[in-house]
């Protein structure tokens, strides 16, 4: 029998969880309910979900908070639902590990339109646990080691060093595209998240990120390198 998706709605206004329960319902969706942090807890010791929509604008803890307790948890999809003028919120929310976003107020078929993308996105990776320990893959990346297979960075130590889904995708595609300057819009593309705008700086933020935690000097990238009117490119 073919798995039936599982949508956890996380917001403290009545209709709006209610609509979003309707709505996801009727596209052949399973949906769980909470209205704070504490709910979202109790929900997810019942059945873990597939993806969660998770508003930001929440009593006691907010959704980022929330959010970062999510990703260091579970594996599942977390599309942030933020007010419209809330671009640091958005930017914030991405960098701890979101998959997505949605502003309110928003259009139910957009929204269904997301999770669907975002659902088909988790379904796409590689599962790692099902790798053969043989076949691990570790490239030299800064001064870090990237797995290929398990989707995780390594200092020089051996200590792992945090990354989320969307870093550890820029990596990958940077190492795929070794000594090639790519732009923001083709890093979106080749990361498959072209949901989401290039005008919001989110990859140069991600960027910044990423070079403080590869690079000896973060001030004086040699491995991501900004190629002047282009984008940026990873020298191995």
Same mark, same amino acid.
């Given at each position: ?59 006691? !803890? ?40 949605? $502003? ?19 379904? $796409? ?5 099902? *790798? ?34 969307? !870093?550890?995708? #820029?990596?990958?595609? #940077?190492? +795929? ?8 819009? *083709?890093?979106?593309? #080749?990361?498959?998240?072209? +949901? ?13 990120? #990423? ?11 040699? $491995? ?13």
């Amino acid at each position: 029998m073919a798995h039936t998706p599982c949508v956890l709605v996380v917001d403290d206004d009545q209709p709006t969880r209610e609509m979003l329960l309707e709505a996801l319902a009727t596209h052949g969706f399973r949906a769980l309910q909470a209205g704070d942090g504490a709910g979202m807890r109790r929900e997810l010791e019942r059945e873990a979900p597939d993806l969660v929509l998770l508003d930001i604008r929440l009593p006691g !803890e907010d959704g980022l908070t929330l959010a970062r307790f999510l990703r260091e948890r579970y594996d599942v999809g977390i599309i942030m639902v933020t007010g419209s003028g809330d671009v640091i919120d958005r930017i914030v929310g991405l960098e701890i590990g979101a998959d997505d976003y949605v $502003a309110k107020p928003f259009d139910p078929r957009e929204l269904l339109a997301r999770v669907k993308s975002v659902l088909r996105r988790i379904q $796409a990776r590689p599962d790692a646990a099902q *790798a053969p320990v043989q076949n691990a893959r570790r490239v030299p990346f800064g001064r870090c080691e990237l797995d290929l297979d398990s989707h995780q960075l390594f200092d020089s130590d051996g200590s792992e060093v945090m990354v989320t889904h969307m !870093e550890f995708d #820029l990596l990958r595609v #940077l190492h +795929e595209h070794a000594g090639k300057a790519l732009s923001r819009d *083709a890093i979106l593309t #080749l990361t498959k998240n072209r +949901e989401w705008e290039p005008f919001d700086r989110s990859i140069d933020i991600r960027i910044a990120r #990423l070079r403080r935690k590869v690079e000896v000097d973060p001030d004086n990238p040699r $491995a991501i390198r900004t190629v002047r009117g282009v984008g940026y490119m990873f020298v191995p």
